[in-house]
């Protein structure tokens, strides 16, 4: 290696470690090749090692590694309180930070027995099916980037700012809010607030028919999408897959219609559609949604894509709802619970529906302010474990497709 | 040129030796001074086409001093090669992908007799030495010694390879029509009123322009093309390992050959440099009324050509910003089971149509078809000549 | 079906395996013997009314204070507890199990725990319970691919263990 002058004196030969080739991690035919999607990729949307064993371009056998974001959060749970632990739920998904912290509020409050007034209910509401339209503006966004369609990507991202302009306005945080916290949330809205995600909510509605033309209806697309990673309801049910990975198979669960009573409480007077198909058809709220294309199966790639472009259509009815009803009710906002609360003793599980799947948290109490046990149950988790079904025999391209499908976020998996 | 040095008693191969480094240095102007605009210009629409502005502060307003700083950047990077990359192949590949590019320019007339060398294989000489350019890249992905860099050596090879049938087809078809391999003569062919133009030759020839557009861009690994480079997957595909001075090399190389492709069908099929007003000829300045005027004409000629070559690379631009990318095997599809066949389709329909209108339907100033005489007359005329 | 008919249908296919169960709690449980525990799994998915097709969610609790004084006021000796959450999509019921397990086998410390892996049942088992291998320390029998998930692969301990101390140096990187 060639040093410069002035630094020779100071070098010092690195020990390189090199493998051992007879160490390898399973059989290896001599015409296959083992390729190493490394944790620093473009297309694997965070730190996420797949190793890959192909024959030319035709991938065998994917083996995920995962592990390289873990932060030993559950591990920190049992040291401070829950209120405490609150930001870090942001961090795991943090897409969708409202909604992790939805998820473990929701938690503690069961294990205290604890209702929100409505007003905080309907905040609630807005404020996770806000997050819900962001994290999947960023899902449609990278998917695009990862397939080769650089535009689409900043045309979500444009959308995102607004929403992450309102969140704040609301609680000073972009990414990690610590909103919702236990026994409702910690400010009430600003002034102004509702007729600014008013307008949001027109300029969004104007730009999904473009994004639908330049991703979803566009040939090159649904080519490189349709028929890729087909997963079939029975091995989805399986794995613990759940949200739009579970409803692109044609399961019509989620969580805020058939989940615990204190979950579906939560929208019990909203209208909206689960989306999943149906005999064959989408629930269509408008004229212009794009036509399911002819090469598209069921369970595959361009599915899941798809049923997250229709959710945000049914989250931008929600936070309708939610603001006329917040605007109507006129009740208490609801106390958040004092960071030294004492739990009662026992345990509680508690999932919602996040925008990547359910997420659970589970709180084990012995009696005391700090819980004895914390456990975040991630939906990426279970939704990157059927990735090596998926990926079987497809072509080396159609990697990113799939992974790209999953929507996954490594700060969920590896927590 | 180079005859008029001889007659002024200088060595033959000191005058012909002197013209040739002269005309190599002019292009080599032309193909850096495009590689930096076109840099300049994808950022510019790209940005636009993503909502939002390019470079906006290193040069003013438009930011149109962002490429040389660019450029100096890149020279000032560190030099670095994998441990385990093979030395030789990959210093050496950067250069033979640039020296493929540029030759192509050699024969690339950009307007009546402005040409390095006339060819009278010109079209040939192209495409030949087009199809040289996948060598660096082949020998680019070996070594670098990865993997990933490897499949978009592999996957560029194939694709290079397969989309030069349907291209050589489509290039064949005006060739056909013409009667000639010259481009100055196919040109030339195209003079006077927009109509004159190849492209409305034929309702055939106009589908051929389509195809041949398609086969360019795939040839130039633009997207929606672009999987030897695919960002998302291969991170840089064979380019992975390279930075700095080698990087802008292949980089030069890439915007040389697509501004060399759109000049080629811009004198195949759009008309040279004749713009659809015959403006030079209306207002008296073709060659053989004046000779500085009718250079002046020439110029304009030339201006036109730019123009087209321009107008082709913005387009490829924006294909690239709004299309996905294609997978390997459904690039191998299009080629095969679509622009080959219909590139074929159109080789006969052109044939047909000129069997049965061998003048064309439309009032033509010149001729079209095979002439044997002008083919003649022309190379004696003109500058340098070849001398096989 | 209610949680008390699913206890009751448990009850007599596992006989007196099954020890404990609170129906009252926020998430009624029920407690299985290690052994039994792939059975009782088998029978809760397999058996038509009960259908337990989905399986959640499977954690490892370490009970065991190292505060010495905190240690005199609890009631419970050190032990372990598995908890696995599962539901069924198309009854709509839920129910926890509980395996009740000594902190190391055979009471040797450094002993890992053995369990039947459920990951021929539920295929999502095999993620979860690597990630319980891998945290806290119990070994499943049976597992298709046993290895470490979140931590590396050489890594030494079982972090969410009660007792874990955190090494000083990994390959040289300081840790503590």
Request: proline content about 6%; charged content about 20%.
């Amino acid at each position: 290696m060639r040093i410069a002058k002035k630094y020779q004196d100071r070098y010092q030969e690195m020990p390189i470690e090199r493998v051992d080739p007879e160490l390898v991690e399973f059989d290896v035919r001599t015409d296959e090749m083992l390729i190493n999607m490394g944790p620093q990729h473009p297309s694997t949307h965070g730190v996420l090692r797949l190793v890959l064993r192909t024959d030319g371009e035709v991938v065998s056998d994917v083996v995920p590694h995962i592990g390289y974001l873990h932060r030993c959060a559950e591990k920190i749970g049992e040291k401070v309180s829950p209120r405490q632990w609150l930001p870090y739920t942001d961090r795991m998904d943090y897409l969708a930070g409202m909604n992790m912290n939805l998820g473990w509020a929701m938690t503690v409050e069961k294990l205290m027995d604890l209702d929100v007034p409505d007003r905080a209910r309907h905040l609630r509401v807005m404020m996770c099916e806000l997050n819900r339209i962001a994290s999947h503006l960023v899902a449609a966004g990278t998917y695009g980037l990862d397939l080769g369609s650089f535009t689409p990507f900043l045309y979500t991202f444009r959308e995102r700012e607004k929403i992450l302009n309102l969140f704040e306005d609301v609680c000073g945080a972009r990414l990690t809010y610590s909103y919702i916290t236990m026994g409702g949330v910690t400010a009430d809205l600003p002034p102004g607030w509702l007729d600014k995600c008013e307008r949001f909510l027109c300029e969004f509605e104007e730009v999904i028919p473009e994004l639908h033309a330049v991703l979803t209806s566009n040939e090159i697309f649904i080519r490189r999408t349709a028929g890729i990673g087909v997963l079939s309801p029975e091995m989805a049910i399986d794995y613990g897959c759940s949200g739009p990975v579970l409803r692109g198979s044609g399961v019509k669960w989620d969580l805020r219609r058939d989940g615990e009573p204190r979950v579906t409480r939560m929208y019990e007077d909203y209208e909206f559609e689960i989306i999943a198909e149906h005999e064959g058809s989408y629930p269509q709220d408008r004229d212009d949604y794009p036509v399911v294309p002819p090469q598209a199966v069921l369970g595959d790639c361009w599915h899941r894509f798809y049923i997250r472009m229709v959710e945000c259509v049914q989250s931008i009815r929600l936070i309708r709802q939610a603001m006329e009803k917040y605007r109507e009710c006129d009740g208490p906002l609801g106390e958040p619970i004092k960071v030294t609360q004492k739990l009662p003793k026992g345990e509680a599980y508690l999932e919602t529906e996040a925008p990547k799947g359910q997420m659970g948290f589970m709180v084990v109490s012995n009696g005391t302010a700090i819980p004895w046990r914390v456990r975040a149950r991630s939906s990426c988790f279970c939704n990157l474990s059927v990735t090596h079904e998926l990926c079987r025999g497809f072509l080396l391209a159609d990697i990113p497709a799939i992974i790209g499908s999953l929507d996954i976020v490594l700060g969920e998996i590896d927590r | 040129m180079a005859d008029y040095l001889v007659q002024f008693g200088s060595p033959e191969w000191l005058a012909y030796g002197s013209v040739a480094i002269v005309q190599c240095l002019i292009l080599l102007t032309v193909m850096m001074g495009a590689a930096a605009t076109f840099t300049w210009m994808e950022r510019k629409v790209s940005g636009r086409i993503q909502d939002r502005l390019g470079p906006t502060r290193v040069g003013g307003r438009f930011g149109w001093l962002q490429s040389p700083a660019d450029g100096i950047k890149l020279l000032c990077k560190e030099d670095l090669m994998p441990a385990e990359a093979d030395a030789v192949l990959f210093r050496l590949a950067p250069y033979m992908s640039f020296c493929a590019s540029f030759c192509v320019f050699l024969a690339l007339p950009f307007s009546n007799g402005w040409v390095a060398q006339q060819l009278n294989v010109a079209v040939f000489f192209i495409l030949a030495v087009a199809g040289l350019e996948v060598f660096g890249v082949v020998m680019a992905g070996y070594a670098s010694a990865s993997k990933w860099s490897l499949y978009g050596a592999m996957r560029e090879a194939a694709q290079v390879v397969s989309y030069e049938v349907p291209l050589g087809i489509c290039v064949l078809i005006p060739v056909m029509v013409a009667g000639s391999l010259d481009l100055v003569t196919i040109g030339n062919m195209q003079q006077g009123w927009g109509w004159n133009w190849m492209i409305f030759h034929s309702p055939f020839m106009f589908i051929t322009f389509f195809i041949f557009v398609t086969c360019a861009v795939a040839s130039t690994n633009r997207a929606p093309f672009d999987l030897a480079e695919a960002e998302s997957e291969l991170v840089a595909g064979f380019l992975t390992e390279y930075s700095g001075f080698r990087w802008s090399v292949f980089f030069m190389a890439e915007y040389g050959s697509m501004v060399a492709v759109s000049g080629l069908g811009a004198i195949l099929f759009l008309g040279g440099w004749y713009g659809p007003i015959p403006v030079a000829d209306l207002i008296g300045l073709p060659h053989s009324n004046h000779p500085i005027l009718g250079w002046l004409g020439e110029l304009l000629g030339a201006c036109n050509f730019l123009f087209k070559a321009i107008l082709g690379v913005t387009f490829m631009m924006w294909l690239r910003w709004t299309l996905p990318r294609l997978r390997i095997d459904q690039v191998m599809t299009v080629c095969l089971k679509y622009c080959v066949p219909l590139a074929a389709t159109m080789f006969v329909g052109v044939m047909l149509w000129t069997y049965a209108f061998p003048a064309g339907l439309l009032p033509r100033k010149t001729p079209i078809g095979p002439n044997p005489e002008a083919a003649a007359r022309m190379t004696v005329e003109t500058t340098g000549g070849d001398r096989t | 079906m209610n949680v008390a008919d699913i206890v009751d249908q448990l009850k007599q296919q596992l006989a007196d395996q099954v020890m404990r169960a609170d129906l009252e709690c926020v998430d009624p449980w029920v407690e299985i013997a290690a052994e039994r525990l792939h059975d009782a799994c088998r029978f809760l998915r397999e058996t038509p009314e009960l259908h337990f097709d989905y399986l959640h969610c499977i954690s490892g609790i370490d009970y065991l204070e190292t505060d010495p004084r905190k240690a005199k006021r609890i009631d419970w000796e050190p032990h372990f507890e598995l908890m696995y959450h599962l539901s069924s999509m198309q009854h709509r019921h839920r129910i926890v199990l509980r395996v009740v397990l000594p902190r190391w086998r055979d009471g040797v410390e450094g002993r890992l725990l053995e369990v039947a892996s459920v990951a021929d049942i539920w295929r999502t088992a095999d993620w979860h319970e690597r990630e319980v291998y891998d945290l806290c320390g119990v070994s499943f029998t049976g597992h298709p691919d046993f290895r470490r998930i979140l931590c590396p692969e050489d890594w030494e301990g079982h972090p969410l263990r009660k007792d874990y101390e955190t090494p000083e140096e990994y390959h040289g990187i300081r840790v503590k």
